[in-house]
């Protein structure tokens, strides 16, 4: 059986300018805070949009998945808005 995350972590950076950090218990709230973080930048943008405009403007976004076991905890990087696109 899998173990669920316990937490999720979002991290936004742009080399030299900024970066951003935030930490949620689910998916779905963090990539809302990757939809309000872009829409401080751009407007209108779908979700497929963001991550290509973020890329193209020389953002790096990262999301991880932590998950704790017995003896410790591991994070695995997840792909930004893929189970948002599989609900679809």
Same mark, same amino acid.
């Given at each position: 059986?899998?173990?669920?995350? =316990? +937490?999720? @972590?979002?991290?936004? /950076?742009?080399? $030299?300018?900024e970066t951003? @950090? %935030? +930490?949620?218990? &689910?998916?779905?709230?963090? /990539?809302? +805070? #990757?939809? %309000?973080? *872009?829409?401080?930048?751009?407007?209108?943008? *779908?979700? $497929? /949009?963001?991550?290509? &405009? #973020?890329? /193209?403007?020389?953002?790096? @976004?990262?999301? =991880?998945?932590?998950? %704790?076991?017995?003896?410790?905890?591991?994070?695995i990087e997840?792909?930004? =808005?893929?189970?948002? %696109?599989? +609900?679809?």
């Amino acid at each position: 059986m899998k173990k669920p995350p =316990f +937490a999720h @972590v979002l991290i936004m /950076e742009h080399p $030299n300018i900024e970066t951003s @950090v %935030a +930490a949620s218990a &689910t998916l779905e709230e963090i /990539e809302e +805070a #990757l939809r %309000a973080g *872009t829409r401080s930048r751009w407007v209108g943008l *779908t979700d $497929n /949009e963001i991550i290509e &405009t #973020l890329n /193209e403007n020389g953002w790096r @976004v990262r999301i =991880f998945a932590c998950i %704790a076991y017995r003896k410790g905890q591991s994070s695995i990087e997840l792909k930004p =808005f893929a189970h948002a %696109a599989k +609900a679809a």
